[in-house]
């Protein structure tokens, strides 16, 4: 649940809530606390009478609208025959995708300024006196 805070923000969520609620802190959270358990409760007694009244066995994950009906209504074969022609177009793109991801991967190594810049030779066949200009960050943008 608090997987994308640190520990400054957690810190200072607890500061703040101590400043809000005060001496009420442990009652407001034992109150929160006792909430989601009887939330909880409800949604157990709604989903097992939900069970009972269809005779099937329904978890609380199965409510949701697509997953209901590819459980209960939707065979294997008629789940098999929706997914056909929409899985090979997902091939498709899929393989398109990668192909521009490989492209794209080789212009980029190509505009790279920290890859070596072949020096032009002379008519002599050696190297000119002068070096090749460096490239820079708006060459290559």
């Known amino acids: 649940m608090f997987e994308n805070l640190n520990m400054w923000e957690i810190g200072a969520l607890l500061l703040l809530a ?61 789940e098999q025959a929706i997914r056909k022609p929409l899985q090979s177009m997902y091939d498709d793109l899929r393989s398109d995708i990668t192909g521009v991801h490989e492209e794209l991967k080789d212009v980029a190594k190509a505009a790279d300024p920290r890859t070596a810049v072949a020096r032009p030779t002379t008519a002599t066949g050696g190297t000119p006196s002068t070096p090749a200009p460096r490239p820079t960050y708006e060459d290559a943008t």
């Not at 097992?48 to 066995?57: A, H, I, K, P």
């Open 18 to 78: 101590l400043l809000i609620f005060g001496d009420r802190l442990p009652n407001v959270i034992s109150d929160g606390l006792r909430m989601v358990r009887n939330l909880r409760a409800m949604a157990r007694n709604a989903t097992g009478d939900l069970s009972r009244e269809l005779g099937t066995d329904i978890q609380l994950e199965d409510l949701h609208p697509k997953a209901f009906i590819r459980k209960h209504l939707l065979s294997e074969e008629d």
